[in-house]
């Protein structure tokens, strides 16, 4: 008898069906497209296909000046775009060996860690919003909200920052900007708190999240993955740590670290960097109390913008304003790698300064576009609703993955 | 430590492939190696498993264009990491745009496999081995490699941005 069946499953030929996952799906969050080879509910293989916003950004820099190349890195990843934007200023400044006051690094370690929080509470709502639990993304993006109102008593802008200068930072944090920050450090915790009560310990969501989509360190640190996705397969890497910026060093923070590398661990791993980096907003906000007031950017004229009543008052500053404007500083001529951590791992630029007003060559380490390509092997053998929601959990951003 | 980390590299090269090491020295941080084409393979098959160095971690890597240098117009830039000893250093090496071959690195990183293409992509660059070595953020209608330096990124038909005031 099962000899029998066995001869007629023979027969019948097994055919797999194709499927377009995306490039726009709702589920995709931005325009990513698989093409799935599709065995039933189960994924037999895929390819990826990635560009559908690409924009040129590394030639673009090869024809603007320094200070004009910040606003590109804001495209990157939009979700956390100060990060980027003080990440290209550091690297600038390496190339120009410009030593940055303290205030100044402790006031962009407040900024920088603000952007984490806000990128890893888009990621971390979203696995939310794919496991069916729509509510706690609508409560926790009250708090983003609030980050953003920070951003933009800071520099005048939400989501593409442009925060920062060559040098500093183009203002200092006003009154009202501290007193925001204040009013989001008192009220976040109970937030995050209320989010993670959500989700955290939830039956339906432990049951959905963990053993989806798993990665084991070897093939994490194989497929160059960096960042929270890192860290949840269990390598304690951060280049907060190994390679300190902006004086790092001086803060006291943990690295969390995850087991299975699946969309639960990478989940609890950025819970856990945002706690972290609220202490780290703390610290700082006690270290900036202790420098002098009101330094905002380093006595760097060559490169850093005049204010604006000086330019039309002072013939000094309308000269350095001129001669930056129409980029005739002379830049030294060298090449740079600095890397910060980013929301979604080392994020690190490539400068080649051939003298010119712009770079000669720039190019940019996009975490996304490195650890992606890792999607379609993660994927294998997984169904298609696992698909959806180790996509979202690896927190794969279309503006840096294509740049 | 870096400077140390430089001698310590380049002796263990020098050892090994000799000549085949053109030029070492530090960029401001980094130590920077340039290798003759042909060994790049085995050069950094060798640091990878090489027991005190085990640069484990492909960072990142990306092409180079200076139409200038005569015979050596393109290259490529390696960054390599050690995360353990947090060692990081790069490898850079150039070749002819009339002869754009190397051999491909996904058999020792699998991570390189989608940076070669980018590359391939931008520069031209023909990665031999790669396994599936076709454009990746372009369209594949495209028929050059924008990254070069003869592509302008202006439009060739205005004429109010002459590069006297916008150029570089």
């Known amino acids: 008898m099962s000899k029998e069946k066995n001869t007629n499953t023979d027969i019948i030929e097994k055919e797999y069906t194709t499927l377009n996952l995306g490039p726009t799906h709702p589920a995709t969050h931005g325009i990513f497209q698989n093409v799935l080879k599709m065995d039933g509910e189960l994924i037999v293989e895929g390819e990826s296909t990635v560009g559908y916003i690409h924009r040129a950004f590394e030639k673009i820099a090869e024809r603007r000046p320094y200070y004009q190349i910040t606003v590109l890195t804001d495209r990157l990843n939009y979700c956390s775009s100060p990060i980027n934007n003080l990440g290209w200023h550091m690297t600038v400044e390496k190339l120009l060996k410009i030593e940055i006051p303290k205030r100044v690094q402790y006031l962009r370690v407040i900024i920088m860690e603000l952007a984490r929080i806000s990128d890893h509470i888009i990621c971390n709502s979203v696995i939310g919003v794919d496991t069916g639990a729509m509510t706690g993304f609508l409560y926790i993006f009250q708090q983003r909200e609030s980050i953003y109102d920070i951003f933009e008593e800071l520099c005048g802008a939400r989501l593409t920052t442009n925060i920062g200068r060559i040098g500093g930072l183009e203002r200092d944090f006003s009154p009202k900007a501290w007193a925001l920050i204040d009013k989001f450090l008192a009220e976040f915790p109970a937030k995050l708190k209320e989010f993670e009560n959500l989700l955290m310990r939830n039956r339906i969501f432990m049951d959905r999240t963990i053993k989806c989509g798993p990665i084991s360190a070897e093939m994490a640190l194989e497929y160059g993955f960096t960042g929270p996705n890192l860290r949840a397969a269990g390598v304690d890497y951060d280049v907060r740590v190994m390679n300190p910026y902006c004086s790092y060093e001086e803060f006291e923070f943990t690295v969390p670290v995850g087991t299975q590398g699946d969309t639960y661990d990478r989940f609890m791993v950025r819970e856990e960097e945002m706690w972290q980096s609220l202490s780290i907003i703390k610290q700082a906000i006690e270290k900036v109390k202790k420098e002098p007031a009101g330094v905002y950017h380093a006595d760097v004229p060559e490169f850093f913008l005049p204010p604006k009543e000086e330019v039309y008052n002072n013939m000094e500053a309308l000269i350095y304003h001129f001669k930056i404007v129409m980029g005739e500083t002379d830049v030294p001529v060298g090449e740079v790698y600095h890397c910060v951590e980013g929301g979604n791992g080392e994020l690190g630029y490539y400068l080649i300064s051939d003298g010119g007003r712009a770079p000669s060559r720039m190019h940019i380490r996009r975490p996304c576009f490195i650890y992606y390509q890792a999607y379609t092997e993660m994927i294998k053998g997984a169904l298609l609703s696992d698909a959806i929601l180790t996509m979202s959990s690896m927190n794969v951003i279309a503006g840096e993955l294509d740049a | ?168």
């Not at chain 2, 070492?24 to 990878?48: G, N």
């Not at chain 2, 150039?94 to 071959?101: R, V």
């Not at chain 2, 991570?111 to 372009?138: C, S, V, Y």
Request: proline share 5%.
């Open chain 2, 1 to 168: 430590m870096s400077n140390t980390l430089l001698d310590n590299v380049n002796e263990k090269l020098k050892a090994k492939f000799g000549e085949g090491i053109l030029s070492a020295e530090m960029h401001y941080d980094f130590p920077v190696f340039t290798i003759r084409k042909d060994i790049i393979h085995d050069v950094i098959k060798f640091l990878k498993e090489d027991e005190e160095l085990a640069f484990g971690f492909l960072t990142t890597m990306c092409g180079l264009h200076y139409p200038d240098n005569a015979g050596h117009e393109l290259g490529v830039m390696y960054q390599l990491h050690n995360m353990p000893k947090n060692y990081r250093i790069r490898l850079k090496t150039f070749f002819a745009i009339s002869d754009p071959q190397i051999p491909t690195i996904t058999d020792l990183y699998a991570t390189a496999n989608w940076m070669e293409r980018q590359e391939f992509d931008f520069f031209g660059i023909i990665f031999k081995g790669h396994p599936n070595l076709k454009r990746i953020l372009n369209m594949d209608e495209m028929t050059y490699h924008p990254m070069r330096k003869e592509y302008p990124v202006e439009d060739g038909t205005r004429e109010d941005k002459d590069d006297k005031m916008f150029g570089r």
